[in-house]
């Protein structure tokens, strides 16, 4: 089976979305360029200068593309390409690089130690069709969130929609790798799923998945190798602990045609009230020098929808979190002790917070096992 069939029967729900957004679904034709690969050249060298951005592919000989218009729109960034008409060897092609300053191409202010969504685009006689797309992280990756394991949900964004229920993802991290099994729903309403693995660079990772054919059923196992089938690209943007960001993105010789935005979050199991899934013992480390210190945080209530308390009473500590409007999961918590503040949390996850103290420290709140 082709990628080309796995993709007629592509994953339903937000896996196949029945059309990807935010992208043409036609492929751009000759003389435009193949196999795109888009990377960072450069971490900026100050908190306010813009990183350089690498565009690499091949071309028709006298054919390669120029960068025609950069346009910045927050952490969104298009880069126009534009290649000639006429006069192209369609029976050779040649390697091109470009580089890319967004900054003085766009000429707009860029956002410090951001993750970049990079589309390109060819100008065809007016129109836009999709090359590539890429997300490019600035951000030290010491500042970044390690992701949780676990099970990880579809989740309603602004970007993404509507959750989609059933469908969702299982996520592990190790040695700076994570595995991704990505499940949902084919158009015949059956279960499907994808796996791949990538190394985590910084806040985001780029999958390359498989989808696994021709196995063994599994109340008759034969010993059968099943076989692999080349899927979707999923890049994923960790925002905290246990929320993400993620485009399933549809290539097809070299270029990127559909893009899908998704929202996924590691969520709880319980019904229990919110609060409840922080209570327990916790120990604060310091990414510095300092001394570990112990909380054991039992009693919860709630001042409203949007807000959450815990206490720790045998050392006059409390923590108090916001939750995210529409959702349940917490984005920012406060640590006090003798109600002075000790740390804000901005990565908030089930198991594991961190943030800075009021020192300006890197601190961690680890949940300690049951």
Avoid at 142 to 158: F, I, K, L, T, V
Avoid at 170 to 183: K, T
Avoid at 259 to 268: I, T
Wanted: hydrophobic content about 45%; glycine content about 8%.
């Amino acid at each position: 089976m082709s990628w080309r069939h796995t993709t007629k029967l592509a994953l339903r729900g937000w896996l196949a979305g029945a059309t990807f957004a935010c992208a043409s679904a036609h492929a751009a034709p000759q003389p435009y360029p193949t196999a795109l690969r888009v990377k960072l050249l450069a971490a900026p060298a100050a908190a306010t200068a813009a990183p350089a951005i690498g565009i690499y592919g091949r071309a028709p000989a006298h054919c390669a593309p120029e960068v025609d218009r950069v346009t910045l729109d927050g952490t969104d960034l298009g880069i126009l390409l534009k290649s000639a008409r006429t006069g192209c060897d369609v029976r050779r092609s040649i390697a091109f690089a470009l580089r890319v300053d967004p900054a003085a191409s766009a000429r707009l202010p860029l956002l410090p130690g951001q993750v970049y969504r990079v589309r390109v685009y060819a100008d065809e006689d007016g129109a836009q069709s999709l090359l590539a797309f890429r997300l490019l992280d600035t951000t030290a990756s010491a500042a970044a969130p390690q992701p949780e394991n676990g099970m990880w949900w579809s989740q309603a964004g602004a970007e993404a929609g509507a959750a989609s229920a059933g469908s969702g993802a299982s996520m592990e991290f190790q040695d700076g790798q994570i595995a991704v099994g990505l499940f949902g729903f084919n158009d015949a309403g059956a279960a499907t799923w994808y796996f791949g693995s990538a190394p985590l660079d910084g806040r985001v990772a780029r999958v390359s998945l498989v989808q696994l054919a021709d196995g063994d059923p599994l109340f008759a196992p034969l010993g059968n190798r099943p076989t692999a089938e080349a899927g979707p690209r999923l890049e994923i943007e960790f925002s905290s602990p246990s929320s993400a960001r993620a485009w399933l993105v549809r290539n097809e010789n070299g270029l990127d045609l559909e893009v899908r935005p998704l929202a996924l979050a590691r969520s709880r199991f319980s019904t229990a009230p919110l609060a409840n899934a922080w209570t327990g013992e916790w120990v604060l480390v310091p990414d510095e020098d300092g001394t570990p210190r112990t909380f054991e945080f039992s009693d919860s209530s709630s001042k409203d929808a949007e807000t959450f308390h815990l206490s720790d009473q045998a050392h006059d500590a409390s923590l108090d979190c916001r939750v995210v409007g529409g959702t349940r999961q917490p984005d920012v918590c406060t640590l006090s002790v003798a109600a002075a503040t000790l740390a804000d949390f901005d990565q908030v996850g089930i198991d594991h917070l961190v943030g800075r103290g009021v020192d300006g420290a890197r601190m961690r709140l680890v949940r300690v096992p049951r």
